[in-house]
C-alpha cells in the first residue's frame, strides 16, 4: 500500500512538472511573438527620432591621432560633415550636400563623397559610422566610430 502510494505521488510530480514546463514553454513563445510585433510595428530612425541636428567625435584614423569629425544632417535632408586630420591638418575642410535614408529608415548615406566611408546607421542621439560597404564595423576599435549629438 505504501508503494503504491509512493509510486503515484511520485508520477503526479513528474506529470505535474511536465506540464508546468510546458506552460512556462508557451509563455516564452508568446514573448518572443509580442517582441517581434513590436519590432515591425513600422516605427524606425527615420520617424520616431529626433535625428537632425549636429554629431562630433574623433575617429579612427591609420596614419594620424584621430580624425576630429563633425556632422551636420538638417531637416531638409541636406549635410554639412567637417573632418579634421589632427596632427596633419590645421584647417576644417567642409563637405556639404544632400543625403538619403535607406529603405529600413535606420541608416544614412552622404551622397557624393567619394574615397571615404559615407554611411551611417542612425540611433538615439548617435550616429555610428559603417565601413565602404555599408556595414557595421567590428574589432576592438568598433566602439570608437560613434558620433554623439
Known amino acids: ?84 586630420y589632427m596632427g596633419k591638418d590645421t584647417k576644417f575642410p567642409e563637405d556639404k550636400g544632400t543625403f538619403k535614408w535607406d529603405s529600413t529608415g535606420s541608416k544614412v548615406e552622404l551622397i557624393g563623397l567619394k574615397d571615404q566611408p559615407n554611411t551611417y546607421f542612425v540611433g538615439e542621439n548617435k550616429l555610428i559610422q559603417l565601413d565602404m560597404e555599408g556595414k557595421e564595423i567590428t574589432g576592438a576599435l568598433a566602439g570608437k566610430y560613434v558620433l554623439k549629438k
Open 1 to 84: 500500500m505504501k508503494k503504491q502510494i509512493l509510486t503515484l505521488a511520485t508520477v503526479s510530480i513528474l506529470l505535474w512538472s511536465c506540464t508546468n514546463e510546458t506552460k512556462k514553454t508557451s509563455d516564452a513563445d508568446s514573448t518572443v511573438k509580442t517582441e517581434n510585433a513590436a519590432i515591425n510595428d513600422g516605427h524606425n530612425a527615420q520617424n520616431s527620432l529626433d535625428w537632425n541636428g549636429t554629431y562630433k567625435g574623433v575617429l579612427p584614423c591609420a596614419d594620424c591621432e584621430g580624425i576630429q569629425t563633425e556632422l551636420t544632417l538638417n531637416q531638409d535632408m541636406t549635410f554639412v560633415l567637417k573632418t579634421n
